[in-house]
Structures are given as structure tokens and as C-alpha cells.
């Protein structure tokens, strides 16, 4: 997959993922909730504790406590493939997460599956799929 279709839509997807994790960054519900279609699915299939999500509404309940384990959280992404094909998008993203846990400093790096549909001229997740690619845990500093 490569970056394919209008650039102003490439361009408003890049501006979702930035949305995105500046919410998480700032542990923003409403503006993370705001990244997503209304009849979305949210799975990581690496994070049972976290079963599938339908639904925006189930969607940011789950996040607002998960959020709860990650305490100052540094959140960035980036894309690695958006393919448009009309009002639909294919889009793979690569994460990189760092915080503190419990007097560990944690990295985790990651890679999203993702549908994206415009919606009234927005970009919106229709379904994300998260997996792990690596993780780090050290003391915390290190």
C-alpha cells in the first residue's frame, strides 16, 4: 500500500492521527472521542483486559479507564500507508508511547490497522486495530 488519492485528504487523515494522539497526550476524551465514526470498532487483539469496542460511545468509555494505567503518557503516530478509494481510506499507522508505571519508565511501539471514512467532509476511524511491535520497560530515567 502507498499513499494514494487526493492530497488534501491525505492530508486531513495526517491531521487525524496528529488529532489523535495530541489527545491522548493530553487526555483529552471529548477531542479523543471526536477521531471517531459513530458506528466504529476499536480492537487490540495484544490487550485482552480490553475486549473489542463497538460503537463510539463504548469506545471512549473503555479509553477514559484505560487511560487510568497510563499516567502521563507521551503519545505520537504517523502514517505508513493511506490509500483513498472515494470517501473510504486504508490507512496504517505506527505508534510510539512512553510513560511511567509504578517507578518503571515503559516504551511501546505499535502498528494500527485502519478503515477511515469522511463523514460530512471529516475524516473519522471507522475501525482501528492495534497490535504491539515492541516494548521496553526500565527504571524509571532510563
Known sequence: MAFTGPFEDRLAIRE???AYADAVTQRDADAWGATWAEDSTWSMPDYPEFP???GRANIVALWVEAMKAYPG???EAWPGSIAIDGDTATVRSYTSE????GGTTMRDRGIYDD???KIDGQWRFRSRTFRNIHRQ???KGC
Open 137 to 139: 520497560h526500565a527504571p
Open 115 to 117: 478503515v477511515c471514512v
Open 73 to 75: 503518557v507521551m503519545f
Open 16 to 18: 487525524l492521527l496528529d
Open 98 to 101: 512512553v510513560y511511567d508505571q
Open 52 to 54: 473489542t469496542q463497538h
